[in-house]
């Protein structure tokens, strides 16, 4: 049984672990080094903040993945703009966890007086950007060939979800 919850600071290596397994085999993540254990806990302490939340997804009581809220933009007129993350442990991917996880942090920005919600999601990730359509987000606008991962060009599709 799935379970979501804040995430906690006991489960950074566990998050850290999801995270690093999709910068070394994915191009979901445009980092090409794993994320250290310090700037994994500048990560986490960012999301402490009631405004930029950190979920955790279980399944049975294992850490199944992740999602958060973060800013947009430093910018101050950027207040109102999020963008989504979302990372599962390769086990339980396609079970219908990444839905669960996305409509979460939907709700909760909607609840906390987002103005919209985006996301950045490789153009080869069909899957994620099937997702993101899935809960109502839109393209809105591409990045063509800003990544280069795995020895390829990568575009970006920048996606986006309106509140209100």
Same mark, same amino acid.
């Given at each position: 049984?799935?379970?979501? !919850? +804040? =995430?906690?600071?006991?489960d950074?290596?566990?998050?850290?672990?999801? /995270?690093?397994?999709?910068?070394?085999?994915?191009? =979901?993540?445009?980092?090409?080094?794993? !994320?250290?254990?310090? %700037?994994?806990?500048?990560?986490?302490?960012?999301?402490?903040?009631?405004y /930029?939340?950190?979920?955790?997804?279980?399944?049975?009581?294992?850490? =199944?993945?992740?999602?958060?809220?973060?800013?947009?933009?430093? &910018?101050? =007129?950027? +207040?109102?703009?999020?963008? @989504?993350?979302?990372?599962?442990?390769p086990? /339980?991917q396609? &079970?219908?966890?990444?839905?669960? %996880?996305?409509?979460?942090?939907?709700?909760?920005?909607? $609840?906390?007086?987002?103005?919209?919600l985006?996301?950045?999601?490789?153009?080869?990730?069909?899957?994620?950007? $099937? %997702?993101?359509?899935?809960?109502? @987000? $839109?393209?809105?606008? +591409? /990045?063509?060939?800003?990544?280069? $991962?795995?020895?390829?060009?990568?575009?970006?599709?920048?996606?986006? &979800? %309106? @509140?209100?």
């Amino acid at each position: 049984m799935e379970y979501i !919850r +804040r =995430a906690q600071e006991e489960d950074l290596l566990q998050l850290n672990s999801i /995270y690093n397994w999709a910068v070394e085999h994915t191009v =979901a993540t445009f980092d090409l080094e794993p !994320r250290s254990l310090d %700037l994994a806990q500048a990560w986490y302490e960012l999301h402490q903040d009631p405004y /930029y939340p950190l979920y955790v997804i279980t399944v049975d009581e294992e850490t =199944a993945g992740w999602g958060s809220l973060s800013p947009f933009h430093p &910018r101050a =007129a950027y +207040r109102g703009s999020g963008e @989504f993350s979302l990372y599962l442990d390769p086990r /339980y991917q396609y &079970r219908g966890l990444g839905s669960i %996880l996305l409509a979460t942090l939907c709700q909760e920005a909607e $609840k906390l007086g987002y103005h919209t919600l985006l996301g950045l999601i490789t153009g080869s990730n069909t899957a994620s950007l $099937k %997702l993101a359509a899935k809960h109502g @987000f $839109k393209e809105a606008g +591409r /990045y063509r060939e800003v990544g280069w $991962k795995f020895e390829r060009w990568l575009d970006v599709v920048v996606v986006q &979800r %309106l @509140f209100g």
